[in-house]
């Protein structure tokens, strides 16, 4: 019959429909990641996340533990007052002296983070003999380039923006809470108010328009350095940091691959 549908042909017509779709499939993408953008923030429409690549790091030796990047970030981003909502916060350790013929190199390691380091810390209670170091340690969502997060959450409301920010669409967010307990590095909390998933957003409404987040523009210290990958600066900061310095990452056993960098890092923080 002159109309008969033959397999040869259907799988012909198959096939140049998948490779129709397949041609199309990288422009849709890329147009459906600045949508997703544009809806679940207030970046301005002229903002390309594809032109930009944002990098943060950290100079442990530079952190003086004052909390003002803490209270920042609260204020900027208006995040709950209570005592266990924050999107960045600053860890204290405290490494010991090893017991006298113990053999070992180092004693007891001590961590606290008390109201996030917000307002700074009171001295410690270890006297000044037993301590053979200490220092603070800045943290934040390290915006892993293969986040546990946007893996398990059910309703895409967390994603992978373009430009290497990790964002969570509080309109799609169900407040399951998979995401806050698949953070390997317990950034993430449970908004009391709104009921949905929050965490950095490295101040998104600032840096699509050219200004520095909360935390960093702070810094007395200038502990904390952030630039953009793709767009240096002269003297750029990022670039001078990451070649004068060994940089490492948290946890990278984890293979999330963060893309929030630190240097003089001591082992013992995790």
């Known amino acids: 019959m002159k109309n008969s549908i033959t397999r040869r042909s259907m799988l012909t017509t198959l096939g140049g429909a998948v490779a129709g779709l397949m041609a199309l499939s990288p422009a849709r993408k890329v147009k459906a990641a600045v949508q997703k953008v544009f809806v679940s923030t207030n970046a301005p ?55 006298p013929g113990s053999g070992d190199i180092r004693g007891e390691v001590i961590v606290d983070s008390p109201n996030g380091g917000r307002g700074g810390f009171s001295a410690t209670t270890v006297p000044r003999e037993e301590i053979l170091k200490s220092f603070f340690v800045p943290k934040l969502c390290n915006l892993c380039e293969h986040s546990p997060c946007t893996q398990v959450c059910p309703v895409g409301a967390t994603f992978d923006a373009p430009d290497g920010a990790v964002l969570v669409d509080p309109k799609y967010c169900i407040g399951c809470g998979f995401c806050i307990q698949a953070c390997p590095y317990g950034c993430r909390f449970l908004n009391p108010e709104t009921k949905t998933a929050e965490k950095c957003t490295l101040c998104y409404h600032r840096i699509t328009r ?36 060994k940089v490492n990452s948290l946890k990278p056993h984890l293979g999330t691959d963060p893309r929030v960098m630190y240097a003089n890092l001591d082992k013992e923080v995790r």
């Open 45 to 99: 429409k002229d903002y390309d996340p594809y032109k930009h690549k944002w990098l943060m790091c950290f100079d442990v030796d530079k952190c003086i533990g004052c909390g003002l990047c803490v209270d920042a970030c609260k204020t900027e981003n208006h995040v709950p007052q209570g005592p266990t909502y924050f999107r960045t916060w600053i860890e204290r350790y405290i490494i010991k002296k090893p017991k």
């Open 210 to 245: 050219g200004l520095k987040p909360a935390c960093v523009e702070i810094c007395p210290t200038e502990a904390r350095i952030f630039g953009d990958l793709k767009n240096p600066v002269e003297n750029d900061p990022i670039q001078a940091f990451i070649n004068k310095n």
